[in-house]
């Protein structure tokens, strides 16, 4: 996926469809031998979970069609380092706002969510990865 753009066959303006902040999307003209590996994520009922490694070609809808609540999370894990660091000071000031994090599409849910979490909701081992205490 991420050396796709790279190939001889696309154009050199081209990031095969990649947009800033949205996740990676797989497509038939960019991707086509990856898409008999595309794993829809199953259905699932209210308090299930379901867990991929971010590597693996998986899918979600890109719009809730139901009528309850939808939520898809995604809960990195990264080496600490000067650019990672750097990036926690981005996302810490998006998280006492309530905003989507600095990589992802601006949505901001929950700006104006009335019981959201707050660095007091936050442990210590949780404000250090979230930027507020040093390491």
């Not at 899918?59 to 609540?69: E, I, K, L, N, P």
Request: glycine residues 8%; hydrophobic residues 40%.
């Amino acid at each position: 996926m991420l050396l796709r753009p790279l190939q001889d066959d696309v154009p050199e303006e081209s990031l095969c469809g990649v947009e800033p902040a949205r996740a990676l999307s797989i497509s038939p003209k960019w991707q086509a031998l990856l898409l008999p590996a595309l794993t829809g994520i199953p259905l699932v009922e209210p308090g299930d979970t379901v867990w991929w490694h971010p590597d693996v070609v998986h899918a979600v809808q890109d719009r809730h069609q139901g009528q309850g609540y939808s939520n898809v999370m995604y809960i990195g894990a990264a080496p600490y380092c000067a650019k990672n660091a750097a990036y926690l000071e981005r996302q810490g000031q998006a998280f006492l706002k309530g905003e989507s994090a600095p990589d992802f599409a601006p949505e901001n849910y929950e700006v104006t969510y009335q019981g959201r979490a707050t660095i007091e909701d936050l442990t210590e081992l949780g404000k250090r990865q979230m930027g507020f205490r040093s390491w």
